[in-house]
């Protein structure tokens, strides 16, 4: 399994579009992103079409459940609070991925 990592939404969009042939399983997404946000985000994947097969992932600091209901309407099944450490966010992985 690889992970491929992405600094912005902005970003993200810029390396589905580069490889239309890149189909992640699973994508990451946070809420607070700068330049786009995890919302804006997952509205212009899914408004074209670009990674039709991929679960998605949100996870923040906090999730509201007015947020996740947006998210919910997107396609979002699982939502997750960051961790505070890299061994909980091992655990976090172990436990989603598993699913």
């Given at each position: 399994?690889s992970?491929?990592l992405a600094n912005d ?7 589905l ?6 189909q992640?399983?699973?994508?990451f997404i946070?809420?607070?992103m700068p ?6 985000l997952?509205m ?7 990674i039709?097969?991929?679960?998605f992932?949100?996870?923040s600091t906090t999730?509201?459940?007015?947020t ?7 396609g ?5 609070v960051?961790?505070s ?5 091992r655990?976090l ?7």
């Open positions: 399994m992970c491929i939404g902005g970003e993200a969009i810029e390396i579009r580069r490889d239309s042939s890149f992640p399983d699973y994508v946070d809420i607070n330049r786009m946000n995890g919302i804006e997952l212009e994947i899914r408004s074209h079409n670009l039709p097969n991929s679960r992932i949100v996870h999730i509201t459940s007015s996740a209901n947006e998210f919910k309407g997107l979002v099944e699982q939502f997750a960051k961790p450490s890299i061994e909980g966010m655990n992985l172990a436990l989603m991925l598993s699913v």
